[in-house]
């Protein structure tokens, strides 16, 4: 009896020492796997800083084209204004002679 006990610990041995090399293969894959995510989540998070950078870049630039069109456009309005005067005055001129 004491022969069949040994034989049945030294075979929950043998599974516990297999389940615990299981065990440790699986924590050195899940290890690998949380590095290559870890290392993936900190160059998305570089790519997304540079993608704010780069929007705000464009986001500055864009107002200042903006505002540049907008004093174009007062130029040209004022410009247009000038011209008209102008044509009205020749007429004018053209029309005394």
């Given amino acids: 009896d004491a022969n069949r006990q040994i034989s049945e610990y030294r075979f929950k041995l ?9 065990l ?14 870890k290392n993936a989540a900190e160059n998305a998070e570089k790519v997304e800083d540079e993608l704010k950078a780069e929007k705000r870049k464009l986001q ?15 130029t040209n309005s004022h410009l247009m204004k000038r011209l008209e005067k102008m044509k009205a005055n020749r007429t004018a001129l053209l029309s005394q002679q």
Wanted: proline share 0%; charged share 40%; aromatic share 2%.
């Fill in 24 to 37: 440790e293969q699986n924590v050195g894959r899940l290890e690998g796997q949380v590095a290559r995510y």
């Fill in 60 to 74: 500055r630039e864009l107002r200042t084209a903006l505002d540049k069109m907008e004093e174009m456009e007062m």
């Fill in 14 to 22: 043998s599974k516990a020492e297999q389940d615990i090399t299981t």
